[in-house]
């Protein structure tokens, strides 16, 4: 009880943006369940709310996890920016998502139209940002002294991990030699695809169930999905620790061991699929 007061009673402000987030995050997991449901469409071999659902679970995690993180803060105009910044940009990129999803068209690499071209392009903006501002929390967690903390060591270098494989991100949005190609014969980037969450993928429709990632191919989709949520995980790890009453050293020792290997899987299913290596091979 008493972390729960702390969390919706410490610096409210600062955190508004975040908990705004949160709340829509919860009410489009609503909405494209409901889809999921209702409405029988299939976009590129997939429900079409699927994509929805994933990202709007995916934004509550990280803007819960930011939220908590915050009572270990001192107060800083920074950190109220970047939550600002956060939130807000968030917010955009999952109402362009569903918004694209409600008219049958993809959100990501789609510039069939100057339309979708403008749309994708605030979304890549949006996400840039996030990005950018999330090196405040870095910064402040490096700063702070966390001394025999488990928990605060935990949330400091998943921070780290999480910030730097972000940026895989571009490898999905970067064209290929053959995109570029397209792109000088067209005489322009509109009207054509560019970029992929795959990489040599054979059979776009034979995919892992749920997670939708490639069979025949590399999905640079997985090395995103795990250093994205080294936030929640190895922070988790640490509580496990800490709820077993494992010595702290040993706790310590462990903490840092496994998030050196939990870099080291992401670094591992980057280069397995920029090499176009799906992560299960049938």
């Known amino acids: 009880m008493n972390l729960i007061k702390s969390i919706s009673e410490k610096k409210k402000n600062e955190n508004q943006f975040l908990f705004y987030n949160i709340t829509f995050s919860l009410f489009c997991l609503l909405f494209s369940s409901i889809g999921l449901i209702v409405d029988d469409r299939i976009l590129q071999y997939s429900p079409i709310w699927l994509k929805p659902f994933k990202f709007a679970f995916s934004s509550l995690l990280f803007s819960s ?9 001192p107060k800083s105009k920074l950190i109220k920016m ?7 940009m968030l917010n955009l990129e999952l109402a362009i998502i569903y918004f694209q ?4 068209r993809m959100s990501h690499f ?25 090196f405040a929390y870095v910064f402040f967690f490096l700063k702070l002294n966390v001394k025999s903390n488990l928990i605060l060591h935990a949330i400091r270098i998943s921070l780290v991990i999480t910030f730097l494989s972000m940026a895989s991100a571009f490898t999905m949005t970067t064209p290929n ?8 014969e067209n005489k322009g980037i509109i009207g054509l695809t560019v970029g992929s969450h795959s990489v040599a993928e054979k059979d776009p429709s034979q995919v892992m169930p749920i997670t939708k990632w490639a069979l025949t191919g590399g999905d640079l989709r997985i090395a995103h999905f795990v250093g994205l949520h080294a936030i ?16 702290y050293k040993i706790s310590l020792f462990f903490v840092y061991t ?25």
């Open 110 to 134: 789609n510039y069939t139209t100057l339309e979708d071209m403008i749309l994708f392009q605030l979304m890549a903006f949006g996400i840039i940002a996030v990005w950018i501002v999330l």
């Open 65 to 73: 996890s930011l939220y908590y993180f915050n009572i270990y803060l």
């Open 101 to 104: 999803a409600y008219r049958g």
């Open 177 to 184: 030699k053959s995109e570029i190609e397209k792109i000088v």
């Open 258 to 282: 496994l998030a050196f290997m939990y870099f080291a899987i992401f670094l591992f299913v980057l280069l397995q699929a920029l090499q176009g290596i799906p992560l299960v091979v049938t």
């Open 232 to 247: 929640q995980i190895l922070p988790l790890i640490a509580f496990f620790f800490l709820l077993i009453k494992l010595d």
């Open 82 to 88: 970047s939550n600002m910044i956060i939130g807000s």
